[in-house]
């Protein structure tokens, strides 16, 4: 299947910095990613989709300014994490989906980025 | 907005039992429905998937049934392992809206041997 990597696999800052994520997809190009964050023991919950070159979609209650997205080539989509406080502290991890894929339409994700914010 | 519910929430099957996980769908529009293997600190690995115009697929120890009807999709997982030890999501996505999946809450299988 395809793969997705992220960097970082980890991450531990102070409150208030910021904190850049990226997700690239490695073998095929992705106009379309997603950003889901995971805490202990719950599902995912989708954040944000990513769109190629243009503006990223945020579900609701997502603040925006607060998690910002950037897509801006085939194969490569950053979240940033603004002025990072405790309760940001999560299991981030993004997805992408082969557009090429019409049949199964599955998305494959990256292996997650553990954010701790102290 | 489009909802998933999975229960049981936890599950605890004999080594050589069955396990079965269900989920209910609120989206008709949905059409495709994948299950996600999760096992602690590492990404959801997709196990099955079926697509709205089958009502079963099996792969091994492993089947999905969908009720397209009733919003329902199971999954089943026969002869457990402990190696079957993890969390499983049932998903829902469509066509539109970007091609969004929805994930249920999870079901925390332990398989004991």
């Known amino acids: 299947g395809a793969v997705v990597s992220q960097h970082p696999s980890r991450v531990i800052c102070k409150s208030g910095t910021s904190v850049k994520i990226e997700c690239r997809s490695l073998?095929?190009?992705?106009?379309?990613m997603f950003w889901y964050r995971q805490f202990p023991k719950q599902s995912l919950m989708l954040m944000a989709t990513s769109n190629e070159g243009s503006k990223a979609t945020y579900e609701q209650g997502v603040e925006k300014d607060k998690f910002l997205i950037n897509h801006a080539s085939l194969t490569l989509s950053t979240l940033t994490v603004t002025s990072a406080h405790p309760e940001d502290s999560s299991f981030y991890i993004c997805?992408?989906?082969?557009?090429?894929?019409?049949?199964?339409?599955?998305?494959?994700f990256g292996p997650g980025t553990r954010l701790l914010v102290l | 907005g489009e909802n998933v519910e999975q229960h049981p929430s936890t599950l605890s099957v004999q080594e050589g039992d069955s396990a079965v996980i269900k989920c209910t769908y609120s989206d008709s529009a949905s059409n495709y429905f994948p299950w996600y293997k999760q096992e602690l600190g590492k990404r959801p690995q997709l196990i099955i998937d079926?697509?709205?115009?089958?009502g079963e697929k099996k792969d091994q120890r492993i089947a999905v049934t969908l009720n397209k009807t009733a919003k329902h999709f199971s999954l089943h997982i026969t002869e457990t392992q402990p190696e079957d030890s993890a969390v499983y999501f049932c998903?829902?996505?469509?066509?539109?809206?970007?091609?969004?999946?929805?994930f249920g809450a999870g079901t925390r299988l332990f398989v004991k041997a």
């Open positions: 997805s992408a989906r082969d557009p090429f894929d019409r049949e199964r339409k599955t998305q494959y």
């Open positions: 998903a829902a996505s469509k066509d539109t809206g970007g091609f969004k999946t929805i």
């Open positions: 079926i697509r709205s115009n089958v």
């Open positions: 073998d095929f190009q992705a106009t379309t």
